[in-house]
């Protein structure tokens, strides 16, 4: 079973920058995409960022020209950094791996870390 392992976060202040990281380990064949997730106080959880494992990027709108997603299959881990951070990206942010399974049928699956929290102070 995978497991994913977020770290990076913390407290910074506004125009700062953090960068994410997330492991995966356990067993499985491959990893497809790769994503970052938040969810805010109050809100449901959204996309932030997300790499395909051809190497396609994709962005919310509101973190587009701030955050940087970026991978390492070699070590099946995913980054993202994150500058220019605003009050309002304050959230748990949370990495989520579409696996492929290491037995049949071979099927993919989503699987996601516990989150790591962002606080950005005004």
């Known amino acids: 079973q995978v497991q ?14 953090l960068r994410l990281s997330c492991a995966a380990s356990g ?6 995409d790769m994503g970052w997730y938040r969810q805010g106080p109050g809100n449901q959880r959204d996309l932030v960022a997300s790499v395909t494992r051809g190497g396609r990027k994709d962005y919310a709108e509101s973190v587009r020209d701030r955050f940087s997603i970026s991978r390492d299959s070699d070590k099946n881990t995913v980054f ?5 951070l605003k009050p309002e990206d ?9 696996v492929v ?5 071979y099927y993919d ?3 996601w870390g516990r989150g790591t929290l962002v606080t950005v102070s005004s």
């Open 4 to 17: 994913l392992v977020e770290s990076g976060g913390g407290t910074v202040q506004a125009g700062g920058s």
């Open 27 to 32: 067993s499985f064949v491959t990893i497809n």
């Open 80 to 84: 993202l950094e994150m500058n220019n």
């Open 90 to 98: 304050t959230a748990v942010y949370y990495c989520k791996a579409e």
């Open 101 to 105: 399974v290491d037995h049949p049928p």
């Open 109 to 111: 699956v989503d699987r």
